[in-house]
T-cell receptor, first 111, second 111 residues
Framework: GQQVMQIPQYQHVQEGEDFTTYCNSSTTLSNIQWYKQRPGGHPVFLIQLVKSGEVKKQKRLTFQFGEAKKNSSLHITATQTTDVGTYFC???????????FGQGTTLQVKP | DGGITQSPKYLFRKEGQNVTLSCEQNLNHDAMYWYRQDPGQGLRLIYY???????QKGDIAEGYSVSREKKESFPLTVTSAQKNPTAFYLC??????????FGEGSRLTVL
C-alpha cells in the first residue's frame, strides 16, 4: 500500500542551528500537509502544499513540495527552544484521496 | 470558541473491558477521524466518517467500533478484542480534503 516515509526520526541541534526533515511518498500526492506536535500535546496544522514545486514560508520555516509531487521538506532556520516537538508530514493520495501520515521527526533543541 | 473536545483525557481499563472515548466538535465539519498514536509510529487511522450515519474502516480497525449518529459526535469504543489497546487516541475533524483539527487526545492504559 501507499507509504509516506519521513527522515530522520530524531534530530538534536544546538539552538541557532538549522534543521530539515524530509518526506518521501511511494506514489504521487495530490497535496501534502505538515503538522507540529509539542511534547504532551496534539498535532497542530502548519501548512498545506498543493502545486508541483511549491515553496511556502512561515517566518523561519520553509516548506517545499517536489516537482514530481512525491516528496516534501520542512526547513527551520536558526532553531529556537520553542521549535521543540515532533513534525509530521501527511500526504494525500492522488488516487484514493486518503491522508497518510509519516512517522514524524522529533526535534530537540539545546539552549 | 470552536473546536474538538475529547474525553476523558486519561483512562485506565482492566483487560476484558470495553471502553468508549468521546469526541465532540462544533466546527460544523462533515468529516471526522480517529487515530491511534504509538511512540515512533506516527498516526494510524482507525476509522473515519465523511457524513452522518456512515463510516469506514481505516488501516487498524480491528478491535474498535464507532458510530456517527450526529454530525457533532464520533465516539470510539475500544473493545476487549483489541489486543494491545494501550495508546494515545486522537480524534480529528475536517472539511473534506482540508486540514485536520485535532482534539487534545485520550490516553488509554490497560492494567
Amino acid at each position: 500500500g501507499q507509504q509516506v516515509m519521513q527522515i530522520p526520526q530524531y534530530q538534536h541541534v544546538q539552538e541557532g542551528e538549522d534543521f530539515t526533515t524530509y518526506c518521501n511518498s511511494s506514489t504521487t500526492l495530490s497535496n501534502i500537509q505538515w503538522y507540529k506536535q509539542r511534547p504532551g500535546g496534539h498535532p497542530v496544522f502548519l501548512i498545506q502544499l498543493v502545486k508541483s514545486g511549491e515553496v511556502k514560508k512561515q517566518k523561519r520555516l520553509t516548506f517545499q513540495f517536489g516537482e514530481a509531487k512525491k516528496n516534501s521538506s520542512l526547513h527551520i532556520t536558526a532553531t529556537q527552544t520553542t521549535d521543540v516537538g515532533t513534525y509530521f508530514c501527511a500526504g494525500r493520495s492522488g488516487n484514493t484521496g486518503k491522508l497518510i501520515f509519516g512517522q514524524g521527526t522529533t526535534l530537540q533543541v539545546k539552549p | 470558541d470552536g473546536g474538538i473536545t475529547q474525553s476523558p483525557k486519561y483512562l485506565f481499563r482492566k483487560e476484558g473491558q470495553n471502553v468508549t472515548l468521546s469526541c465532540e466538535q462544533n466546527l460544523n465539519h462533515d468529516a471526522m477521524y480517529w487515530y491511534r498514536q504509538d511512540p515512533g509510529q506516527g498516526l494510524r487511522l482507525i476509522y473515519y466518517s465523511q457524513i452522518v450515519n456512515d463510516f469506514q474502516k481505516g488501516d487498524i480497525a480491528e478491535g474498535y467500533s464507532v458510530s456517527r449518529e450526529k454530525k457533532e459526535s464520533f465516539p470510539l469504543t475500544v473493545t476487549s478484542a483489541q489486543k494491545n489497546p494501550t495508546a494515545f487516541y486522537l480524534c480529528a475533524s475536517s472539511i473534506y480534503t482540508g486540514e485536520l483539527f485535532f482534539g487534545e487526545g485520550s490516553r488509554l492504559t490497560v492494567l
